[in-house]
């Protein structure tokens, strides 16, 4: 159950496969898949900031982290999704790279706090800058 | 046949193999992050071909996914199995 949640993100893309091969795929079950993925990102997330409450930050910091990690996984879907929409401009290629490399140094960081002396990640220190990077987070304890 | 689909006579086992392949290669999507291209799509496009011949509905499975990823969420806030 360790890696559950990067599973299913891996998983999660079973669903729009199947559709595809299972010739029409259909816009409204790509809007159903959309609207319960960010559901269970805030879920995530959430579940990622009550295990950090415990430690190292006031409560109201960890909310606060919380708060801005689950606004921005939003966002930066929303982002997307209005940039195609409008085609207003490309989707940059190296954004996921960005919060790849930002995601993988946060883990880092923490995985160095773990190995320090405490027997719990600090979570609630951790900056996540997206869902991406708490993924990675999750992805690399 | 949409636009932009292919066809191939099956006749062996070795044109099953091939066919299998395309299908899985038509699969992924052009515009995927390199997360979703190098971690997630090698696994995704595998089970999904595993997966096809039960011929789930594809909102059943984005339900099933829906639980998981709350069962996930529900273990890391009870800090089960994570550290």
């Avoid at chain 2, 689909?5 to 044109?15: E, F, G, H, K």
């Amino acid at each position: 159950m360790r890696f559950l949640a990067q599973a299913t993100s891996v998983v999660d893309g079973v669903d729009g496969k199947l559709a595809r091969l299972q010739l029409p795929g259909s816009p409204r079950n790509a809007l159903l898949d959309g609207v319960v993925d960010r559901l269970a990102d805030g879920a995530i997330l959430t579940g990622l900031g009550v295990w950090g409450l415990p430690d190292g930050l006031p409560a109201t910091w960890t909310v606060a982290l919380v708060a801005a990690a689950i606004t921005t996984a939003l966002l930066s879907m929303a982002t997307k999704d209005r940039i195609v929409a409008l085609s207003v401009a490309q989707v940059p290629s190296n954004a996921p790279v960005i919060c790849f490399a930002v995601g993988t140094a946060a883990s880092c960081w923490s995985r160095s706090s773990l190995s320090s002396g405490s027997q719990k990640p600090p979570l609630s220190r951790l900056p996540s800058p997206s869902g991406l990077g708490a993924r990675l987070r999750v992805w690399c304890v | 046949m949409p636009e932009g689909s292919y066809w191939q006579d099956v006749d062996t086992p070795a044109d099953v193999a091939h066919a299998q392949a395309m299908l899985r290669g038509s699969l992924a999507k052009p515009a995927a992050g390199p997360v979703s291209r190098w971690l997630n799509r090698p696994f995704s496009t595998r089970l999904t071909m595993l997966l096809a011949p039960l011929r789930l509905s594809p909102n059943l499975v984005i339900w099933l996914v829906c639980g998981l990823r709350m069962l996930a969420a529900g273990l890391l806030a009870a800090g089960q199995d994570v550290a």
